[in-house]
């Protein structure tokens, strides 16, 4: 089985219970090609990191903001804990080579493994909560994820793009956005959409994702900024 002790150091989170920190680590794929294996998946540890998560960001924005109404700390919250987001985070600090996935979902690099990502951070969050306490893990998501609040802010990607654009649109050029989708790439299990947002005839701005939806947020915070209405 994989060794921890690189991770740990990287981390400086040195845990007691070394099975709980490899539990956090393996997928659900990985028990179905091992049934002999005497590990269980990382779900429940991961149903419990959620909300572990969740309750140390809404603290820190409850703080961090006091003017924000509950609206918009809701709307910052989710901005902050999605899976793009956490994703990159656990990225960031090496999980992805720790990962334990069968065979097939190993070869998955497009957005299942986004998804895989950011559940083992919340999975890793259950099994130090577990082993460390709010305290460390406070800690650890201090260090890790909330950094990436500043950007969020500045750049106001708490606020829907697509909402903030149709109601900007409608105020100043008195028209309905339209999204369209200009191209498709890749295969299907790792797809790329490039869709641009109209203006009636008018091509405003483009968006890439991963998802059709991805892409038009994508495209509408382009927008936003071509007109100058992020303010």
């Not at 099975?19 to 998946?41: D, G, M, V, W």
């Not at 968006?207 to 509408?220: D, I, M, N, R, V």
Request: aromatic letters at 10%.
């Amino acid at each position: 089985m994989i060794q921890f002790s690189n991770f740990e150091k990287k981390t400086k989170v040195i845990f007691k219970d070394k099975k709980l920190l490899q539990q956090a680590f393996i997928h659900r794929s990985y028990i179905n090609e091992n049934p002999s294996t005497n590990f269980s998946h990382n779900e429940r540890l991961e149903f419990l990191g959620d909300a572990v998560l969740e309750l140390i960001v809404t603290d820190f924005l409850y703080k961090k903001y006091p003017n924000y109404t509950e609206g918009e700390l809701t709307s910052l919250r989710s901005a902050l804990v999605n899976a793009v987001i956490i994703s990159e985070v656990a990225l960031k600090i090496g999980m992805n080579d720790y990962l334990l996935l069968s065979k097939g979902e190993a070869k998955d690099n497009g957005k299942a493994r986004q998804y895989i990502l950011a559940n083992t951070y919340e999975a890793y969050i259950g099994a130090m909560y577990l082993d460390q306490g709010i305290k460390a893990v406070d800690k650890f998501v201090h260090q890790s994820l909330l950094p990436q609040t500043e950007e969020i802010v500045s750049k106001k990607l708490w606020r829907d793009a697509k909402s903030l654009v149709q109601e900007k649109a409608q105020e100043f050029v008195n028209f309905t956005p339209a999204y369209k989708v200009l191209s498709e790439s890749g295969p299907d299990h790792d797809k790329h959409f490039m869709v641009g947002i109209f203006f009636g005839p008018n091509l405003i701005a483009e968006g890439k994702g991963k998802s059709k939806q991805e892409a038009e947020q994508k495209a509408a915070e382009a927008a936003l900024k071509v007109k100058n209405w992020l303010d």
